[in-house]
């Protein structure tokens, strides 16, 4: 999974599996989330986001978990397709913060074998 | 995002010159950002400005710096160039009244040799 401080982590997955990465975050007053994807040779595009009054949102075929708990985030893919490629970021945004205090991971690179 | 266009796309230039990145918005919105992306690392801001008048030092401001020429403009010069500022550099922007998401451009590979 993903977590701020570490090396960038990959996940390797067969096309039509499903794909969880994992974003761990470290303040516990954040209250909201974003997932990004970045393709190869492309900006950060949205994905999904979730505030912190949720545990779960769905998207097509993205579906994002929340578990204030443990500070864990997950962004789960059906049915991945090669398209998926790419390096996911997980981004936090703190208490009474604007974009400005938006904090992102490191990424999490997905390659899916066809 | 062909809605932030950022110029150049590609720059290679040397210790010590001086450098400016720019970026421009189609959407409307009035907060514009710089980040800068680095192999291994996360997106870290240099700067934001939430309208024309309103500039912010983010987290890594030092031998940056910036002017809002215009709500749809915002450009970022590097006033003497160093190596370590060879990096993704990426222009997004953001719309309060929409959330908090950011939009962002497709990025300036700068090369300091």
């Known amino acids: 999974g993903e977590s701020v401080g570490l090396h960038l982590p990959t996940l390797s997955v067969q096309e039509g599996d499903n794909s969880i990465i994992n974003c761990a975050y470290s303040?516990?007053?954040?209250?909201?989330f974003i997932w990004y994807k970045q393709e190869s040779g492309k900006g950060p595009q949205f994905i999904i986001d979730?505030?912190?009054?949720?545990d779960k949102r769905q998207g097509q075929r993205v579906t994002v978990l929340l578990n204030k708990t443990v500070k864990h985030l997950s962004l789960q893919i059906a049915a991945t397709q090669p398209g998926d490629s790419a390096v996911y970021f997980c981004?936090?945004?703190?208490?009474?913060?604007?974009?400005?205090?938006?904090?992102f991971g490191k990424g999490t690179l997905l390659t899916v074998n066809p | 995002d062909a809605d932030v266009t950022q110029t150049p796309r590609n720059r290679i230039t040397k210790t010590g010159k001086r450098i400016m990145l720019e970026c421009s918005q189609t959407?409307?919105?009035?907060?514009m950002y710089w980040y800068r992306q680095d192999p291994g690392l996360g997106l870290r801001l240099i700067y934001y400005?939430?309208?024309?008048?309103?500039?912010n030092k983010g987290e890594i401001s030092d031998g940056y710096s910036v002017s809002r020429q215009a709500q749809a403009k915002f450009s970022l010069s590097l006033e003497s160039a160093i190596p370590n500022q060879t990096a993704l550099y990426f222009c997004?922007?953001?719309?309060?009244?929409?959330?908090?998401?950011?939009?962002f451009g497709s990025g300036t590979q700068l090369s300091v040799l």
């Open positions: 997004a922007t953001s719309d309060p009244k929409r959330g908090e998401k950011l939009f």
């Open positions: 303040n516990s007053a954040s209250d909201y």
């Open positions: 979730i505030r912190s009054n949720m």
């Open positions: 981004a936090e945004n703190r208490v009474g913060g604007s974009n400005y205090k938006l904090t």
């Open positions: 959407k409307g919105h009035d907060r």
């Open positions: 400005s939430f309208d024309v008048k309103d500039i």
